[in-house]
């Protein structure tokens, strides 16, 4: 028996994924239709040996409810939303929960960061894990990174035949490897004997603290104080995959997941891309607008047959579409209005905003080059040296109303405002 944690973090956490985090927890933030942690989660469920999925955070119990409540009736799995009381870290949330996790004794478990998008191969890890030395605790997924990105993950050092990792660095000041942490691993349940000894070791400093140190003395970093200590023991190992995998940080790369899960769905969920269909249902007979591939539209949308989607573009529930608007690589999230003849370009349109008709909304992806190889996402910091905003996707927080015939260029309005003019590389409070 097998189980997976996915860690979600908490309101303070995913700041850089405002303003699409200020009205629901980002890991709930619909990408090709699903929130973030549903792909993960539908990664678990392939596994059939898998029988729960925890998921860890500090986020509200009522904020994940519905979210868990649903996909347990979908997969007909377990699935538990464990909140912690404070922000403990990257693995105190784990430790502190440590009896869910270790409870009907599973052979290993998945720990997955839930600010990851991928094609997890977990199937493949999990076999990796299973054919290293009984010594092996844990075992990391690891892509490789451009030389010059690489030192914003954690850089691990390891041997190619047997996986073994000599040495871990959790953002490095210098160079120190191309290959990276995904924040994808396979643990064995010893692993909690040594969280017991790093837990141990932490009350009795904190207790040497006046006032503490800021943080609850259960808060642990995984990286820093389990993986950098475990290189070069013979217990830490790394298993490099080839596939597709990214950070989602700022919402720029929201749009850059969207790509690649609507892109996986060909290979996933056919089913789910409105690619091919000319009509939506057998009994309405409303013809699909033109699609250039890959786009997803929710059951529930409504879109003019005159309308122009693709690529890469996802339509969310109730959204309703208008005759002649044009969408390319994008996203529209539900309830959203966009008016006649209106442009959406690289863009977030948020829940229950409204684009009046003739309007351009636009941004700049920040997309890897494609001509350096394994190169990842930037993210860059929202305002250059001059104190300009860096161009960056158009985003429309919830509920935001751009009137008709206006240009909105590189950026980001937050929710509920009534825009009056156009605007070019602002935010707009
Ligand atoms: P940043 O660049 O600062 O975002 O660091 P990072 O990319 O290493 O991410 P970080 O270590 O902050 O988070 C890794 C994963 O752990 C993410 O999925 C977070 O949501 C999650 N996480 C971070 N802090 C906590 C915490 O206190 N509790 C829980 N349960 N999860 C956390």
Redesign the pocket.
């Known amino acids: 028996m097998l189980k997976a944690v996915i ?4 309101p303070q ?2 700041t ?1 994924f405002r303003p699409l985090s200020l009205d629901m927890p980002k ?1 709930l933030f619909p990408i090709a239709g699903r929130p973030i942690i549903q792909h993960h989660i539908e990664a678990c469920v392939q596994l059939p040996n898998l029988k729960e999925i925890l998921i ?3 986020y509200p119990q009522a904020e994940m409810e519905n979210f868990v409540v649903t996909l347990q009736n979908l997969y007909s799995i377990n699935i538990r939303y464990l909140q ?1 009381f404070t ?4 693995v ?2 784990m430790y502190h929960f440590r009896d869910q996790i270790r409870a009907g004794n599973p052979k290993a478990f998945f720990v997955l ?4 998008c991928a094609d997890f191969p977990l199937r493949d890890l999990y076999e990796f894990h299973n054919q290293r030395p009984a010594s092996a605790l844990v075992t990391i997924m690891s892509t490789e990174a451009a030389r010059q990105q690489a030192i ?3 850089c691990l050092v390891f041997d190619r035949v047997s996986g073994a990792v000599s040495h871990y660095v ?2 490095p000041s210098s160079y120190v490897s191309t290959f990276i942490n995904c ?1 994808v691993y396979v643990c064995s349940l010893h692993i909690f004997a040594k969280l017991a000894e790093v837990f141990h070791s932490k009350v009795q400093e904190f207790s040497s603290y006046v006032n503490g140190n800021g943080k609850d003395q259960g ?1 642990i ?3 820093q104080e389990v993986l950098t200590p475990l290189a070069g023991t013979n217990q830490l190992y790394a298993m490099p995959v080839p596939s597709w995998w990214s ?1 989602i ?1 700022a919402a720029g790369s929201a749009i850059y997941a969207n790509r690649h899960y609507l892109e996986l769905y060909k290979k996933t969920h056919p089913e789910r891309l409105a690619n091919s269909g000319v009509k939506r249902g057998e009994d309405d007979g409303n013809l699909i607008c033109t699609i250039f591939p890959d786009v997803y539209i929710h059951p529930s949308a409504t879109v003019h047959h005159t309308a122009v989607l693709g690529p890469n573009v996802s339509i969310g529930a109730g959204v309703s579409i208008s005759a002649g608007v044009r969408i390319r690589e994008s996203i529209v999230l539900e309830n959203a209005l966009i008016k006649e003849h209106t442009l959406i370009l690289h863009s977030i349109v948020g829940r229950g905003s409204v684009v009046g008709q003739w309007s351009r909304v636009e941004g700049t992806p920040s997309d890897p080059d494609p001509n350096k190889p394994f190169a990842k996402m930037e993210n860059p910091p929202l305002f250059n040296k001059e104190g300009k905003l860096n161009p960056s996707i158009t985003i429309l927080g919830c509920f935001v109303q751009v009137p008709s015939e206006k240009i909105l260029l590189n950026s980001i309005v937050l929710p509920h405002k009534e825009l009056a003019r156009s605007f070019k590389n602002e935010i707009i409070l």
Request: hydrophobic share 20%.
């Open positions: 860690l979600v973090g908490g956490k995913g850089r890991p860890i955070g500090y912690e922000s403990l870290g990257t105190g949330g960061n839930g600010d990851v914003h993950y954690g959790e953002k924040g808060h970093r995984w990286e950070q940080k």
